[in-house]
């Protein structure tokens, strides 16, 4: 069954913290299977001082953290999968295709693709405005908190 988290929920689910928690609201999610979230893209972003000063441009790396961090919560709103963290082992197939702006209202798209034993991939499409902003592919390994795993 889908639900939808507000931002308290969503940090009851994920680890990030401000300035790297990049998802505002969940507009649904099926455990184990997909999340569709929203990244309200505003100008107070502290990115946005040097990418780039006069033409402010969300940095791809973050819209694609954007959906690691929705796609995270597919598997960390389980209570099988509390107290893990997915790192990301692999990013694929990269399309950036719209510049994101302040004022922008980041749709996330993501779908479980596969997950065994610790390792898993996703796939996800960020828009703006029903327009293809960013599509991607990743692969992930889920670590115990606190565990010293290498990844990112």
């Not at 609201?25 to 893209?41: A, T, Y």
């Not at 502290?46 to 790396?61: A, T």
């Not at 980041?106 to 796939?123: C, H």
């Not at 115990?144 to 990844?151: K, R």
Request: proline share 5%; hydrophobic share 45%; glycine share 12%.
């Amino acid at each position: 069954m889908a639900c939808a988290l507000d931002i308290n929920a969503i940090m009851k689910v994920l680890p990030h913290r401000y300035p790297i928690l990049l998802v505002d609201r969940i507009l649904e999610v099926e455990p184990g299977m997909r999340c569709v979230g929203i990244k309200n893209v505003t100008i107070n972003e502290g990115f946005f001082q040097g990418h780039y000063p006069g033409q402010p441009i969300m940095p791809g790396v973050l819209i694609v953290e954007s959906l690691a961090q929705c796609g995270a919560v597919i598997l960390l709103s389980q209570d099988s999968y509390r107290g893990m963290v997915p790192v990301i082992g692999a990013i694929d197939n990269v399309k950036f295709k719209r510049q994101v702006v302040p004022g922008d209202q980041l749709r996330l798209e993501i779908e479980l693709l596969w997950i065994k034993s610790s390792i898993g991939r996703i796939k996800g499409v960020a828009t703006v405005d029903g327009q293809l902003a960013a599509q991607m592919e990743m692969t992930f390994k889920l670590i115990a908190t606190g565990g010293n795993e290498n990844g990112g």
